[in-house]
């Protein structure tokens, strides 16, 4: 039976990944998160939101959220009160604060990785997971997918928020442009895909994708800030970018 997938895309106290490198260096969404913000993906909570809405959640849903961060995606699908929701995150320090933050009986974070999550097969209804595949090489893309795949059960809906190149047909000499600046900005190895490729990432996994949704790059827009992070946060970012100086010149280069 069909699996569909839909494409959108602290707590100081916790010590943040990434706290042991130095800032000139750090993956550029521990910079921006040691600054305070909170939602580290491409398209923001708007995109976020229509994708959740995409995927439908109810107290039927068994869902499992790949890479959940400092959760604001998780406090939004928790909102829609599943049935049950597990997060699966790389960072142990990340995955134990979210734990402790969101944990009940049916709610859980375990520190593990996404392509190979050890959750037993065909325990999800809803799978989701932002911003984790861009930074993939090809084949940890296609393992994750598999895993996400594995996890659904048969009708399941997998739901993910990436960085998309726009248009398909982008010129080679462009695309490897986009990905060395980002890379170089981000210290992270960036390979976004042009929507095509993410459907067909999705189709050779044996999705059947329902639907994509675009929105633009604006992380560091101030618009977006506020729509993302809220006043309190937005200004706290900022006060931050202004102290910091290393930080600023990251954000400047990411921006
Ligand atoms: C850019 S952040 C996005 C966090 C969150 N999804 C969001 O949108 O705000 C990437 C997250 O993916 C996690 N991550 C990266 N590779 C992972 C893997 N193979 N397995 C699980 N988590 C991973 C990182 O620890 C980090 O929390």
Redesign the pocket.
């Known amino acids: 039976m069909t699996r569909y997938a839909v494409g959108a895309m602290v707590d100081t106290a916790m010590r943040l ?1 990434g706290s042991e490198l130095d800032a000139k260096k750090m993956p550029g ?1 521990w910079v921006l998160a040691r600054l305070g913000k909170r ?3 491409p398209g923001g909570l708007s995109l976020t939101t229509q994708m959740l809405d995409a995927v439908d959640i109810t107290g039927k849903d068994h869902v499992v959220e ?5 959760g ?2 998780a406090n939004l699908i928790l909102a829609k009160h599943p049935a049950t929701y597990m997060g ?4 142990r320090g ?1 995955a134990t604060t979210l734990a402790w933050r969101i944990g009940t009986p049916t709610t859980r974070v375990t520190h ?4 190979r999550t050890e959750l037993p097969a065909e325990r999800a209804t809803v799978v989701c ?4 595949l861009t ?1 993939q090489t090809a084949a940890a893309k296609r393992r ?1 997918v598999a895993e996400a795949f594995r996890l659904l059960k048969p009708g399941g809906r997998y739901a993910i ?1 990436e960085l998309s190149l726009v248009p398909n047909s982008l010129p080679l000499e462009i695309r490897e442009n986009i990905e060395r600046e980002l890379s170089a900005s981000i210290h992270v190895g960036a390979r976004p895909l042009t929507q095509s490729e993410w459907v067909s990432l999705l189709t050779d996994a044996g999705f059947v994708t329902d639907r994509a949704l675009e929105a633009p790059m604006h992380l560091l827009r101030f618009g977006r800030l506020l729509e993302d992070e809220s006043l309190p946060r937005t200004l706290r970012f900022l006060a931050n970018v202004a102290t910091h100086g290393v930080e600023r010149r990251r954000v400047v280069e990411m921006a």
């Open positions: 990944p969404h939602v580290l993906r790949l890479a959940p961060g400092f604001s995606t699966v995150e790389r960072e990340i593990g990785a996404a392509d997971g932002e911003a984790i930074m994750i928020h």
